[in-house]
């Protein structure tokens, strides 16, 4: 998880980063914002719960403790590093797609894969119905966050958008990360198809604002994780707000 948050990093730095320059930044997130945030949310330091955790916060395996940071951390990046040379040229942004969909898709159907030992994994045991619960709410997520972007993006660009569709599945993934083990099926597929249809916004106005991320990183994992985190609050069962649980949760989530 901790790897995770600092190469999330990488993507929205990608064309215009020194390795060494990457490899310090590793050392600090690693070393001091991921350790100090995971205390926070999943235990204290020496014993009992963090601050955020005693309050009651929840993120079953990371929106916001694992995607958030690191797609904050990205942030920060692109803005210090400023654009990808002829990206932004006058009011004229320069598309720069990615050389090869097919490839962007198999990246994306390992990380789908691979979400399932994220956030199942999560469990630390298979007993008690969770683990296929939670590898049933993360699979309809992704799937709904790829419609929801490709029809936000058909509807936006006037054609159907392969790449922003395969950041709808990541978008999806991340957003149910947080609740996964607490969100219904139902509320799943909404958690993913809002996400899916936020990553596409998020693109466009940090495109606007000459925030230059080649694989929206930022969006993906940044912006999505914090929709993931909040959706506890909004769709968690018992404890969210559509669920009769009140404002308490959101209101912790949005801590």
Not at 138 to 149: C, F, K, L, P, W
């Amino acid at each position: 998880f901790c790897a995770t948050a600092a190469t999330i990093v990488s993507g929205a730095m990608a064309e215009r980063t020194k390795f060494r320059s990457y490899l310090i930044y590793t050392i600090a997130i690693t070393v001091l914002v991921y350790p100090i945030f995971g205390c926070w949310a999943w235990g204290g330091l020496f014993k009992g719960a963090g601050w955020l955790e005693a309050r009651g916060f929840m993120d079953f395996a990371g929106s916001t403790v694992v995607h958030s940071i690191g797609g904050w951390a990205a942030l920060a990046g692109a803005i210090a590093l400023g654009p990808r040379a002829g990206r932004y040229v006058g009011n004229r942004i320069t598309p720069m797609p990615g050389h090869n969909i097919p490839l962007a898709a198999l990246g994306v159907f390992i990380l789908w894969f691979g979400w399932f030992g994220f956030n199942t994994g999560s469990t630390c045991a298979i007993g008690g119905g969770d683990f296929a619960f939670i590898a049933v709410t993360t699979n309809i997520s992704a799937a709904a966050g790829a419609v929801g972007a490709l029809l936000c993006s058909w509807v936006l660009f006037k054609k159907p958008d392969p790449s922003f569709a395969l950041n709808g599945a990541l978008a999806g993934l991340v957003a149910i990360t947080a609740g996964c083990n607490v969100i219904s099926v139902p509320f799943a597929a909404l958690t993913g198809l809002l996400a899916g249809l936020i990553v596409v916004v998020s693109c466009v106005l940090f495109d606007k604002i000459r925030v230059d991320d080649p694989v929206v990183a930022i969006s993906v994992h940044g912006v999505c994780g914090v929709w993931g985190t909040l959706a506890v609050g909004l769709f968690g069962n018992e404890v969210g707000l559509v669920n009769g649980g009140g404002f308490t949760q959101l209101g912790i989530q949005a801590l």
